[in-house]
């Protein structure tokens, strides 16, 4: 079986502690999150707990957008956060989903991984692309956001 795992890293000019509610939460996610305007008109859905483990959104959008369900597994603030990133369509697959948080002078150093496996139609969909090129510059362009929305908080009004 074909694994994969994308992973990005960025400096943030902010503390992990004003960095992780924004990833902790599923609300914070529509600040940061690079697939917030695939689809105006997704319809999203939270349950359970607001953040941490046990914190889960489910979405249900267009074509592009698709939809799945995410769910917080582990939250050990600020250094690390892992979510069961599950998608429903157009391809099922669970792609378990990790942000690790690490202090650096002037900031912090968050990388984003997200793991999976391609089988049934996504092997397929898997011999013309490549998930890192596919996934990559998502989330180049969310950890970009997730920094603007971090330094906002930090210096903020």
Known sequence: ??????????????????????????????????WETVDPTMERHYSGNDAGVGAKYTWSGNRKAGSGNMEIVESSAPSVLRVRLEF????????????????????????????????GLAKVFALFMNMDKLVGGDFEKGLKQLSAAATAKTTGP
């Open 1 to 34: 079986m074909a694994t994969y795992e994308v992973t990005r890293s960025a400096f943030i000019p902010a503390p992990a502690e004003a960095i992780f509610p924004l990833i902790n939460s599923f609300h914070e996610w529509t600040k940061w999150s690079p």
């Open 88 to 119: 429903t369509k157009p391809f099922k697959a669970v792609n378990p989903t990790s942000f690790t948080l690490t202090p650096t002078s002037g900031g912090t150093t968050v990388k984003w991984t997200m793991t999976g496996e391609n089988k």
